[in-house]
DNA sequence: TGAACGATAGTCT
DNA sequence: GACTATCGTTCAC
């Protein structure tokens, strides 16, 4: 049955975030992020993702271990969410690197595999593409909230489990940034070739 | 206490 | 590609 393909797996371990934030960054893609909430269960693929590392990243937002009620959480341990408002949307990064050192990898889009009519509830769209191909698209779709900020990605009810490993990564520059000086230039984008929702 | 500033998305050209 | 709605965070005064 269809179902079965589709039930929860596991959250992985705490110790899969303990690698570095480049190396982190490439090995979440095809990871299935999860959220349960009381509306019920969402799930997709990452297939989207960019690190910021912070001292020496000007476009990071702990750049020159800037430390500030908001970027706290990047001080801490690896595999804590880290939520953010922009404009009116919300975006989530997952937190990496050891205590005191502020990185984390931004998930810039997915691609739905459980709770898509959830989904298209929560963001009603045209076209399936745009449900999740973008930071703060993918936040509405799957119900995550500034509530979610400081929780693990390896503890229900938000959480990170294996998906699948993708034959071809591809990296280039970040999106968004071009304010930040040489850090505008830094290759710190990885997304899965060829996925349509990758957000361009 | 206030002003400037976006790791965006959506709309229009 | 350019323009902007809109609001929490940050920092200067």
Redesign the pocket.
Known sequence: MEMNDKMPKKPLNKQFFQQPTLELAKSLLGCLLVNETEEGLSAGYIVET?A?IGPHDR????YGN?R?????I?YGQAGLV?T??????C?I?VVSAGIDEPE???I?ALEPVTGIGLMKKR?P?DQMK?LT????????AMGIT?EDYGRTFYERPLYISDGYSPTEIEQGT????Q??GEARDYPWRFWVKGNPYV?R
Do not use: C
């Open positions: 960019e910021y476009a990071a937002h702990s800037r500030t009620k908001r970027t706290e990047m880290y953010y408002s922009m404009h009116t949307h975006l990064n984390a990898v931004l810039r963001r769209v745009n191909n973008g930071p703060g698209k993918l936040t509405k500034m970040r999106i968004g940034i304010n930040s957000s």
